[in-house]
Structures are given as structure tokens and as C-alpha cells.
């Protein structure tokens, strides 16, 4: 069974900056495509960031720029480096690790943003 675990979140002011990072169980190897989520208060979830086992990237618009992903293969752990926050940034923050044929996700940490 795969368990992701997140960490990181918390509150902090406009301007700041926080890192999330998402634990796997296992050999991060096994997944071919990681990335984040987040949902916000009343909106629909919206997909933040991925990253492929190759070390490809995406973005959302909203964080072009100011959010960075990134994997390290050796502590199974990915993480999304988050700068120049913003009071629309705060949400609940889920990581998820695609395997062939599942998709496993993490039970989320929440980030507030304050102005």
C-alpha cells in the first residue's frame, strides 16, 4: 500500500514563502508522474504543478514564477517550493504519485495566506 505524506503548510503572510513536501513509502522510481492539487474554500480543485519521472514540468498559470517542484529519488520525497504567496494561494494542498495503473494521493496540509 502506498502512502503519501504531506508537510509544511501553515500560515504565513502575503509576500512569504512556504515549502510543502510529500513522502512516499516506497521507491518514488515506481511513479510516473507526481505532482500537486489544491482546493480552495467554495472553488473546484485545481491542479497546481507536476513533475514526470523523467524531471519534466508543468505549472498552473496562477503560479508560474513563483512556485518551484522538484523530486529527490534518494529520500522519496517531492516537494513544491512556494514564493511570493498570495491571499488567493490558500487552500488545501494534496499530492498525488501516479503508478501504472493507480493514482495514490496524500491526505493534504493545508496553507493559509494572509494579507
Known amino acids: 500500500q502506498v502512502q503519501l505524506v504531506e508537510s509544511g503548510g501553515g500560515l504565513v503572510q502575503a509576500g512569504g514563502s512556504l515549502r510543502l513536501s510529500c513522502a512516499a513509502s516506497?521507491?518514488?522510481?515506481?511513479?510516473?508522474?507526481m505532482g500537486w492539487y489544491r482546493q480552495a474554500p467554495g472553488k473546484q480543485r485545481e491542479l497546481v504543478s507536476t513533475?514526470?519521472?523523467?524531471?519534466?514540468?508543468n505549472y498552473a498559470d496562477s503560479v508560474k514564477g513563483r512556485f518551484t517542484i522538484s523530486r529527490d529519488n534518494a529520500q522519496n520525497t517531492m516537494y513544491l517550493q512556494m514564493n511570493s504567496l498570495k491571499p488567493e494561494d490558500t487552500a488545501v494542498y494534496s499530492c498525488?504519485?501516479?503508478?501504472?495503473?493507480?493514482?495514490?494521493w496524500g491526505q493534504g496540509t493545508r496553507v493559509t495566506v494572509s494579507s
Open positions: 513533475i514526470t519521472n523523467g524531471g519534466n514540468t
Open positions: 498525488y504519485a501516479d503508478s501504472q495503473f493507480v493514482r495514490h
Open positions: 516506497l521507491s518514488m522510481s515506481r511513479f510516473k508522474a
